[in-house]
């Protein structure tokens, strides 16, 4: 078929016309940065498998990394939007002039755990005792813990006990094989013992309450730069409401981990405890008491691990916690 120059013409500004179309309805791409065998992978595969984010209008680009420093620093180099960590980092940020800020991810915390037929039954009967601690001495969960035992119960477990700091997976086996009497480990790594017959001696949550905290409070959350949020509404918020989404389906939906279990590499009894930690961790309350729950623990971690943990700002820097999810 022969068409007239005018046609040609007609028919490459419709096309163009069709592509500028397209162009200005693409959904704004998401960068986030999370740990290949990290616990956030298994909300993020759970978002892209059931179209979450295009349904909230966002291209989802998943990077995979294996440390927590390396998304660190894409985020701060500007490679990434979104990483998962902590307020006490954020908080520090912020307070040195930067302006990252959390959404909320998760309030599941570690906890102690020992042996189901260990003779340790309280906090002081981890005195001589050999202790695993995963995160270094300066883990925001074994420093609540230490202040909860130094308070309540008159104990300086850094001193009294035997302590061991590790990387979890090697504290886990350690454990099992009757090389520590007790581990205060994540909270995935703890429901992998639960599962291997352990029992939680004391978590974090309770510390944190102990402390004055009301509720659960998110251990981590979602973090990106407050600009770019800003400039970016449409992306940012999409994300936030992909994500509960997410989250409103693996609370209800046994189905949606059977799926995830080999992500999660667990099966049976471990993958129970694992989802139902999971769910138990999903942030149920407004995220205002979170914040103001956040700001007095940060006050009791500030007093003790001093300039090394939070920098030289004694409270929670303002904005710390997403000024939009506080409204």
Not at 252 to 261: F, G, N, P
Request: with cysteine.
């Amino acid at each position: 078929m022969l068409i007239s120059r005018r046609g040609m013409f007609l028919l490459a500004l419709a096309t163009s016309a069709a592509i500028a179309g397209r162009s200005a309805l693409a959904a704004p791409k998401v960068r986030i940065g999370i740990l290949k065998f990290g616990t956030v992978s298994w909300e993020i595969d759970t978002i892209r498998h059931n179209n979450f984010d295009t349904a909230n209008g966002i291209d989802l680009d998943v990077g995979y990394f294996a440390g927590e420093e390396a998304t660190n620093v894409g985020l701060l180099a500007g490679a990434l939007d979104i990483i998962v960590t902590d307020w006490l980092w954020v908080s520090r940020q912020r307070s040195e002039g930067g302006d990252l800020t959390l959404v909320p991810y998760s309030t599941a915390v570690g906890a102690i755990m020992v042996k189901q037929g260990s003779p340790i039954h309280t906090i002081g009967d981890l005195k001589d005792r050999k202790l695993g601690v995963a995160g270094g001495a300066l883990d925001k969960s074994w420093l609540l813990v230490q202040a909860m035992a130094r308070r309540d119960h008159g104990i300086d477990l850094s001193a009294e006990s035997e302590v061991v700091y590790g990387a979890p997976p090697l504290l886990s086996e350690k454990a099992r094989q009757g090389e520590l009497d007790a581990v205060l480990n994540y909270w995935h790594f703890c429901a992998r013992l639960e599962a291997d017959g352990f029992r939680r001696l004391i978590s974090v949550e309770d510390a944190e309450k102990a402390l004055g905290a009301s509720g659960p409070v998110s251990a981590v959350g979602y973090v990106f730069h407050e600009k770019w949020a800003n400039e970016n509404p449409q992306a940012a918020r999409g994300f936030v409401k992909a994500s509960a989404e997410a989250k409103k389906l693996l609370a209800k939906s046994d189905e949606a981990w059977l799926r995830l279990a080999p992500i999660m590499r667990a099966e049976g009894k471990e993958l129970e405890k694992l989802r139902d930690r999971y769910r138990e961790g999903i942030p149920a309350r407004p995220a205002t008491e979170d914040a103001e729950d956040a700001a007095k623990l940060y006050q009791v971690l500030a007093g003790i691990g001093g300039e090394k943990l939070v920098g030289k700002a004694p409270m929670m820097a303002p904005g710390t916690f997403w000024p939009k999810i506080l409204k």
